[in-house]
């Protein structure tokens, strides 16, 4: 995904300088009870405002044919995001075409679906390999056929990577591949059509045990925590822009619909280090 291997050891250095700026900022507060207070309110006023805005989404949901159209309306013309409605359309009445929906599929029926998928994306000259297309802008082609077929396919997030996994009941345990609730479950590569195993990711992503038991990465995404990989998108773009207040106000939409997503809160940390080393040059 665009921006989203940043060089950890620079962005936790930021986040240091963060938090040291923060500490030295809570000198102004005369008194331990006016801080305890302002961040009472503060912590409602955040949680209005983010149920507000999960409550508007999931409302706005609904109106779009699928929650892939939802997110390239947010990512909008990006140069960095593939969000062609047109093309995304013809791929999907295309396999329409060539496959009856079905309540229950077959993981050899699966497959062939997730092939078709990938002919189709090659003929309308999508390649990955030119750099407009990435990880995240394939998964969400392939989970916008996935819902007009029922073929209860997810997104799947890992750190600076998406992927997308079959599951025919929702229902997946990352940690004991030997649990019968995998039963038939597979990831699917999209970047070279292959299927992995979650240890693989694990192994390759250097994903803790704990980050997977507390549902932040290698979990079945909801609509919703779909929905905010293109806010994510979007604070990147505009990140790369210098627009940084924009930039911020996309992150912490992301996170609204994401919560425990650790690279949206290291971006967003990013940018605000970004804005005010901007922002001090620009005094001097």
Request: contains cysteine.
């Amino acid at each position: 995904m665009n921006n989203l291997k940043v060089t950890r050891n620079k962005i936790l250095k930021n986040l240091k300088l963060g938090l040291a700026g923060l500490v030295l900022a809570g000198g102004i507060y005369s008194t331990d009870n006016l801080m305890n207070s302002s961040k009472n309110n503060q912590e409602l006023l955040i949680s209005n405002k983010k149920d507000y805005f999960v409550d508007s989404i999931t409302s706005k949901l609904n109106k779009y044919p699928t929650t892939t159209h939802f997110i390239y309306e947010i990512q909008g013309n990006s140069e960095q995001n593939f969000s062609n409605v047109n093309k995304l359309d013809k791929i999907i009445n295309n396999i329409k075409n060539k496959f009856s929906k079905k309540e229950q599929y077959s993981k050899d029926e699966v497959i062939e679906m997730l092939n078709a998928i990938n002919k189709e994306i090659g003929d309308l000259e999508i390649d990955i390999k030119d750099g407009k297309i990435d990880c995240d802008d394939l998964s969400f082609i392939y989970l916008a056929v996935g819902e007009k077929l029922n073929l209860n396919l997810y997104g799947v997030y890992a750190p600076g990577h998406v992927f997308i996994r079959y599951d025919s009941d929702g229902k997946h345990d990352v940690l004991n591949s030997e649990n019968p609730i995998n039963n038939e479950d597979f990831n699917w590569e999209t970047t070279n059509l292959r299927e992995y195993y979650d240890k693989k990711y694990i192994e390759e992503e250097k994903i803790s045990k704990e980050s997977i038991e507390n549902g932040i990465y290698m979990k079945n995404l909801t609509k919703l925590e779909l929905l905010s990989l293109g806010y994510f998108n979007q604070g990147n773009n505009l990140f790369d822009k210098k627009e940084y207040n924009l930039a911020i106000e996309s992150y912490d939409n992301a996170l609204k619909l994401y919560p425990k997503n650790f690279s949206f809160i290291f971006n967003k940390n990013l940018v605000v280090f970004s804005r005010n080393l901007n922002s001090t040059k620009n005094k001097k």
